[in-house]
């Protein structure tokens, strides 16, 4: 089983609708939590972190739910450029360093 | 404020040959991470640095694969003896803190896209 596994997509929805993605994760030790964003051939670039109390910036709202090892993000109101790769990361800690855990990502196509 | 650099942005390698990727931390970030992408897959870590010292490679592939952050100059992750199978995006990520404190926040590069002949 992946550390980190999301829906591959691709969603397609119309301009001005909501959408929303999931993930879950496998290590009950994670410990902080990540939504990026990928375009295509580029870098990713951070989106926003999750905390357990839920937080939102502008259109974009990220749950967590630490019992159900589940993360979410919700984009109202989409863009067409919101049209991307949308990626779920999980921070560990073993030992004195920690590392991030990409999920394969679910991909976003916004149309007119 | 320059970003993450990294270069070259594509590097093309005939089988056998060695592949030297060079990435330059934002200003101020003593952090560095290696991440390879594979077509169609996820980023997978593969090593962390701090100046002169490799503080967790266990992402690295046993054999071909070296990194280096030294004193002077950029990150270098290092290929020997490329194979078909090494083709793919490397991204490089840098950050200010150590990996273990919060939120660590990485800040990656364009990447190096390696095509192997």
């Known amino acids: 089983r992946k550390e980190v596994e999301q829906d591959p997509g691709p969603f397609n929805v119309p301009e001005g609708a909501t959408v929303a993605f999931n993930c879950t994760y496998s290590?009950?030790?994670?410990?902080?939590f990540f939504w990026y964003r990928q375009d295509c051939r580029k870098e990713p670039k951070l989106l926003m972190s999750v905390y357990s109390s839920g937080n939102e910036d502008g259109r974009f709202t990220a749950q967590l739910n630490r019992a159900s090892q589940y993360i979410s993000l919700l984009i109202r109101d989409s863009k067409l450029s919101d049209s991307a790769t949308y990626l779920c990361?999980?921070?560990?800690?073993?030992?004195?360093?920690?590392?991030?855990?990409f999920g394969t990502g679910t991909r976003l196509q916004v149309t007119l | 404020n320059a970003g993450v650099m990294q270069n070259p942005r594509h590097l093309v390698r005939r089988r056998g040959q060695e592949a030297r990727l060079r990435c330059s931390p934002m200003?101020?970030?003593?952090?560095v991470y290696w991440y390879r992408q594979l077509p169609e897959e996820g980023l997978k870590f593969m090593v962390y640095?701090?100046?002169?010292?490799?503080?967790?490679e266990s992402g690295m592939p046993k054999e071909r694969f070296s990194a280096e952050f030294p004193k002077e100059g950029p990150s270098i992750l290092r290929i020997q003896q490329v194979v078909r199978g090494d083709s793919a995006a490397y991204f490089c990520?840098?950050?200010?803190?150590?990996?273990?404190?919060?939120?660590?926040?990485?800040?990656f590069g364009p990447g190096t896209r390696l095509t192997v002949l």
């Open positions: 990520a840098s950050s200010p803190l150590p990996s273990s404190e919060n939120p660590n926040e990485q800040f």
């Open positions: 290590n009950s030790a994670s410990q902080s």
């Open positions: 640095l701090q100046k002169e010292n490799i503080i967790d």
């Open positions: 990361v999980v921070r560990r800690t073993t030992g004195t360093a920690s590392k991030l855990t």
């Open positions: 200003k101020g970030h003593s952090h």
